[in-house]
């Protein structure tokens, strides 16, 4: 024993990405239903405005109290007027300034002026000096900036919503229940992979999701819900907490891809008087997935718990947007921290990198034995993984190649029937070595994990 848990201390310092803790002065961020229902159409990334500053140097032999000059393209605002006292727009395009002030400005002394202008760069196209109005010196025909900075507009929600679909894996499609792998499932569960879908199945001509939290049991007009939909709309199946959990693995897939602060999946929920309590956020996403799918496990309490839990965490952080970026991508900041939210307290930030645990480090305690092979092996180019379930139960099952590499995943937390279940690999595309496939078994009601264990298989080609 003592062996195995050096091994382990050796495989964690050596492997393992670490858990970092969050704290309360952390902020987040996450939006309501309506939030993300009514979000506006997306901006384009153009530039909108810009912000400049001009230094002007006296090159006249006199005292000066003013300055005149013209620009090729119209000017929003004069932010900042130096030396001077005053500044007048002398044209309604915008484009003729004159500058006055009681202090004198010298020969060869400099005045800055900064101001906004539009989406193209500005130029000054004559300037001169002038004593109380009236020119002096002689007239310049050009002025480059001294500085100039270029801004695009502020992005909204659905700049956000369509970058996570585009360039994250929710372009496979953000999921709300348990995705069954039998085929002719009573079972139902959602795929959501654009984000103007998801705004549809949250609003549509009669208005918002509003109907009591029950499952998808069934359609409006009676009809059982089964297998997989796209289009859950309120017309057609009218469930807040379907709306509510909906919105809320949106926020995680934000936070989880860095688009709003990272951790906020792993945040902890605090009531001492709900089942829910000690949770973290995931969790009751989990939860919720499962009671929405398999809801004749579900109490009509549980069901009540789950939803008002879940519209209490998406209203957590809700604010106002601002952004860290929206050049590359785009990032919102956070709207507040822990301390103001009473009811979330910090948990472990999501790992950034998935490794495979070695044969001999997942011999870990379980509630019971589940029989795991595949055959044949070695195998060239097909395997199938077998395993035994005492009960219904979701099940996660991912290869690995000797570096700790996903190499495929076969099932990601999908509901499998009590008996023995098969499930084949195909090795077509890889090299011939060594490789582990990992097998995560984890209760339907709960979320606890039952079993887990990788085992060693040699593709040979």
Request: glycine fraction near 6%; aromatic fraction near 12%.
């Amino acid at each position: 024993m003592k062996t195995r848990y050096f091994i382990t201390f050796i495989f964690i310092f050596l492997f393992c990405s670490f858990h970092l803790f969050s704290y309360d002065g952390e902020t987040y961020r996450s939006f309501s239903p309506v939030n993300l229902a009514t979000a506006e159409k997306a901006v384009k990334k153009q530039v909108s405005a810009s912000e400049w500053s001009f230094t002007f140097t006296n090159n006249t032999n006199y005292s000066v109290n003013g300055l005149y000059f013209e620009s090729a393209s119209s000017i929003i605002n004069i932010d900042d007027i130096g030396l001077f006292n005053t500044v007048s727009n002398l044209t309604a395009d915008r484009k003729k300034w004159q500058f006055n002030g009681t202090a004198t400005i010298s020969p060869g002394q400099s005045v800055v002026i900064k101001g906004t202008g539009t989406k193209k760069a500005l130029k000054i196209s004559k300037w001169y000096w002038t004593v109380n109005g009236n020119r002096v010196g002689f007239v310049n025909r050009s002025s480059p900036p001294g500085e100039q900075k270029f801004f695009l507009p502020m992005p909204n929600i659905s700049n956000l919503g369509e970058e996570l679909f585009k360039r994250t894996d929710l372009s496979k499609g953000l999921v709300i229940g348990i995705p069954q792998t039998v085929k002719n499932t009573n079972y139902a569960w959602v795929r959501i992979k654009k984000w103007k879908d998801l705004q549809k199945n949250l609003i549509d001509n009669t208005g918002m999701h509003i109907g009591n939290p029950q499952g998808f049991k069934s359609f409006i007009d009676g009809k059982p819900i089964k297998g997989e939909q796209k289009l859950l709309s309120p017309k057609k199946f009218n469930d807040r907490l379907f709306a509510e959990l909906l919105t809320l693995k949106f926020n995680i897939a934000a936070s989880k891809y860095g688009r709003t602060p990272v951790g906020f999946d792993n945040l902890i929920y605090n009531d001492p008087t709900s089942p829910l309590n000690g949770l973290t956020i995931n969790q009751i996403a989990l939860k919720a997935d499962s009671a929405m799918t398999f809801y004749t496990k579900f109490s009509t309490g549980m069901f009540i718990i789950l939803e008002q839990t879940i519209n209490r965490i998406n209203r957590a952080f809700e604010g106002e947007i601002d952004t860290v970026s929206f050049g590359a991508k785009t990032v919102f900041t956070g709207t507040r921290g822990l301390s103001e939210v009473n009811f979330l307290t910090a948990g472990r930030t999501s790992s950034t990198v998935t490794l495979i645990e070695r044969e001999s480090l997942l011999d870990e305690e379980s509630t019971f034995e589940i029989p795991v092979q595949n055959y044949p092996n070695p195998f060239n180019p097909k395997t199938i993984i077998e395993f035994k379930l005492n009960n219904d139960a979701l099940v996660s099952l991912k290869v690995y190649d000797m570096l700790g590499r996903e190499i495929a995943v076969l099932a990601d937390d999908e509901m499998f029937d009590a008996g023995v279940n098969s499930v084949e690999f195909d090795g077509q595309n890889l090299a011939a070595g060594i490789y582990f496939y990992q097998l995560i078994v984890r209760d339907v009601d709960t979320q606890d994990l039952l079993f887990k264990t990788a085992k060693k298989m040699i593709l040979n080609k």
